[in-house]
Structures are given as structure tokens and as C-alpha cells.
């Protein structure tokens, strides 16, 4: 009798066991299936990597692991910058203008993905970056911007990769043209000097001279040009006094300029300068 107890109590065992086994089984089972069918949307908690992001009157899914897009981006037309960073975060640096100071704008960004997570992309290869303001509103039409992955590529804006984004100071304009603006795109204890004209002086290209070194002012501008703009004669040199001379056909100049460590000076040519 206690022999017949025993195996009766050892099968209840065993299918106490058996039945905690399949039943850990479908849970995990259930798990794994919970897992796989996510959905990616705003109001639910998103995994490492993806946040988001508000614009445009909307809110929208996104990831940030974007690597191409990590580092610095300048827009030399509309004067801005982008600071991407790999934690989602980063700074628009709005460059000073004639009328306005030069401001930084902290943002959050990512690229916008699918409902399963995966970056939704164009036939031609195209991702849309989205942007929102950590500091107030932003410019609408920096809020979505079009990339393209493989080549790097902006679309709507001429964005390059820089070194830098700087402070976005343009300097102080003078009646002589003269301005200067801090970057940290220089090697250190160097400055640079941009020589640039306001109008065509009748007289072709002009030959910049300083520091043993020469090239050509090639083109005129309506307004003061960002630093290094083609078109300007631009030198990157240690910083110190220097003495310039500029010539064309009918104009020369001859004057000292100095060059800061970490800044960048704009001098304009004019036609009283002979």
C-alpha cells in the first residue's frame, strides 16, 4: 500500500512539472511573438536608439542611429549649421546676419521609420531627418529635411560636412568693409583673413598678396560673404601682423591686417583704396 502511495504521489510530481514546463513554454512563446509584432509609435515606451519627435503640428517615431549623419553640416546660403550628436541631440547655430546676432538653438532629431522600426526609405535611397526645438519654435523649414544616405547628400539645402560649426559670429562690419567672426574650424594658434569686394571694380580678378602666399578675388558680392566663400581670397595663417597688397589693372592696395588665433577677418577692397 505505502509502494502504491509512493508512485502516485511521484506521477503527481512529474505532471506538476510537466504542466509548469509547457506552461513556461507559452509564455515565453507569447513573449517572443509580443516582441516580433511591436509597433514602433508615439505614447509607448520606444527602445534604445529611437524617440520622438514633434513637427510640424505632428508627432512621429524616429531613430537616431544614423551614423552618416554625426558631426557638423553648414549651410553657407541661408547661414546656418547643424550639429548632429549620436545621443539624438544637437545645436542649430543661426550665423549672424547685418540685422540679426548670431544664435544657437539646441534640437532632438531623428530620421522617421516604419511601424516595425526600420528607417522608412525612398526608392532612390532618400530618408527624411526631422527636427524639434528643445528651445522654443523652430524654423519650419529646417523642421524636415530630405537626406540621402549613400551619397551623403542634402536635398532643398546645399549642407556640407565642416570641422565645425563655430560660434556663428559674422563680426562687426565697418564703413571700410572690415569684419571678423570666431570659428574653431583653424588649426590651433592660426586665424584666417577673407579679402572680398562688394561690386565689380571694373578691373578683372584681383591678386591678394600676404604671408608669402597669393590668389584671386574672382567674383563680387551684394553683401558681406561668409568666410572662405569661393570667390574670395582666403588665407589660413598663424595668427599676428601681417602687410597685404592687392592689385588688378588700374588698383592696387597696400595696408597690415591682424590675425587672430580662432577668428576670422573679412576685408573688403574698395576702389578709394589705390
Not at 28 to 43: L, M, P, Q, V
Not at 76 to 89: E, L, P, R, V, W
Not at 93 to 112: D, E, V
Amino acid at each position: 500500500m505505502k509502494k502504491k502511495h509512493y508512485i502516485w504521489t511521484k506521477i503527481t510530481i512529474i505532471l506538476i512539472m510537466l504542466f509548469s514546463f509547457i506552461n513556461h513554454s507559452c509564455v515565453k512563446d507569447e513573449a517572443t511573438d509580443s516582441s516580433t509584432n511591436k509597433e514602433f509609435r508615439c505614447g509607448t515606451t520606444l527602445p534604445i536608439g529611437y524617440q520622438c519627435i514633434s513637427f510640424g503640428g505632428e508627432s512621429a517615431p524616429t531613430t537616431y542611429d544614423i551614423p552618416e549623419l554625426i558631426g557638423y553640416w553648414d549651410e553657407n546660403i541661408s547661414d546656418f549649421c547643424i550639429q548632429y550628436k549620436s545621443d539624438g541631440t544637437g545645436v542649430i547655430t543661426f550665423k549672424a546676419s547685418a540685422f540679426t546676432k548670431a544664435t544657437t538653438q539646441r534640437i532632438k532629431w531623428g530620421a522617421l521609420i516604419t511601424s516595425k522600426g526600420a528607417v522608412e526609405t525612398s526608392n532612390t535611397g532618400i530618408i527624411r531627418i526631422v527636427h524639434q526645438s528643445l528651445e522654443g519654435s523652430l524654423d519650419p523649414q529646417i523642421a524636415l529635411l530630405a537626406f540621402k544616405r549613400s551619397t551623403k547628400e542634402w536635398y532643398g539645402y546645399d549642407l556640407k560636412r565642416v570641422a565645425a560649426c563655430g560660434t556663428g559670429n559674422s563680426g562687426n562690419g565697418g564703413s571700410d568693409g572690415n569684419g571678423s567672426g570666431n570659428t574653431n574650424a583653424y588649426p590651433s594658434g592660426s586665424g584666417a583673413i577673407s579679402f572680398w569686394t562688394k561690386t565689380d571694380l571694373g578691373c578683372g580678378n584681383i591678386t591678394v598678396s600676404i604671408g608669402g602666399q597669393s590668389k584671386l578675388i574672382s567674383q563680387y558680392f551684394g553683401t558681406m560673404p561668409n568666410c572662405g566663400a569661393d570667390g574670395t581670397a582666403t588665407f589660413i595663417l598663424p595668427a599676428g601682423n601681417y602687410t597685404f597688397s592687392g592689385s588688378c589693372v588700374n588698383i592696387t592696395w597696400n595696408s597690415t591686417v591682424t590675425i587672430s588665433a580662432g577668428v576670422c577677418t573679412r576685408m573688403q577692397l574698395t576702389s578709394n583704396k589705390k
